[in-house]
């Protein structure tokens, strides 16, 4: 028997999707796994992480969403590096990346709808896993910013995934899997990680309680004032050399 060289190892028993995405960005930040390498074919892959391709599969579209694996149709899998949103300012990658914005403007004629249809729709299984993204995103240190970037994406995809309709399902995975500069900026703007996890809260109680028109309403809140903070913060960069914008939501309470 030739002795196992891999680089992965089994994973604890945790949400499997959260335990995938750390083992293997990690392994890509150490270098174990080279940016531009080919990840193992899927059943390989699943057999050294111990895991069914179901979660496999929920995993690398997490890690694309955030930037550290690229899927090349018809090629498979690489490894790359999220590019560091804090190197240049905010005000820098919308005037370079204009798609940004239009990536909110498309979220928000379609996630809202979204978030009413789960509402009417929603099963225990699909809630407990959106209340279990709000626990990875205030765990850890504002460090972790890969991990938040992540619990984020999956919220927003498990409420399309709740409504159980494939062309939903696709569309909502071809909006999160293009969204993850968007997602990483909105995010490492000073404050917002907890502005999200209130609004998450917000409009996973409304879909709880099966109020389409309240959980319709909190999304739209929700991407309005995340653009509008990444709006106001880039001005702010610009004119006051990158001061945060006065953070009110603690005066409102």
């Known amino acids: ?25 990690e392994l890509i930040e150490s270098g174990e796994i080279p940016v531009g390498a080919r990840l193992p074919a899927e059943r390989d892959l ?15 579209r997490v890690l694309q969403s955030t930037g550290y694996v690229e899927t090349r149709p018809g090629s498979g899998t690489y490894a790359r590096l999220p590019e560091p949103v ?13 798609h940004i914005l239009e990536l909110f403007e498309l979220r928000r004629a379609v996630e809202p709808g979204i978030a009413g249809l789960a509402a009417l729709r ?38 399309g995934y709740c409504i159980d309709n494939t062309a939903i399902t696709t569309l909502v995975d071809q909006i999160q899997d293009v969204a993850g500069v968007e997602r990483r ?17 917000r409009i996973l109680e409304a879909v709880r309680r099966g ?32 001061s945060a914008p006065k953070d009110t939501t603690k005066e409102k309470q």
């Open 211 to 242: 109020d389409e028109a309240a959980a319709t309403s909190a999304m739209r809140d929700h991407l309005d004032a995340a653009v509008g903070w990444i709006i106001t913060y880039s001005q702010n960069e610009t004119s006051e050399g990158a």
């Open 122 to 159: 929603r099963d225990e299984e699909h809630l407990s896993a959106m209340e279990a993204t709000l626990v990875e995103m205030t765990e850890g240190d504002d460090f972790d910013h890969p991990k938040a970037v992540a619990a984020d994406a999956e919220f927003h995809r498990l409420l």
């Open 86 to 98: 804090h190197d240049a300012p905010i005000s820098d990658w919308i005037a370079k990346d204009l």
């Open 1 to 25: 028997m030739t002795e196992n060289t891999s680089p992965y190892s089994p994973l604890s028993p945790k949400p499997l999707w959260t335990a995938a995405v750390e083992q293997i960005r």
């Open 46 to 60: 699943c057999r050294q992480l111990g895991i069914s391709r179901i979660s496999l599969r929920e995993s690398l």
């Open 185 to 201: 900026l909105s995010l490492s703007v000073p404050g917002q990680r907890r502005r999200a996890v209130d609004d998450h809260r």
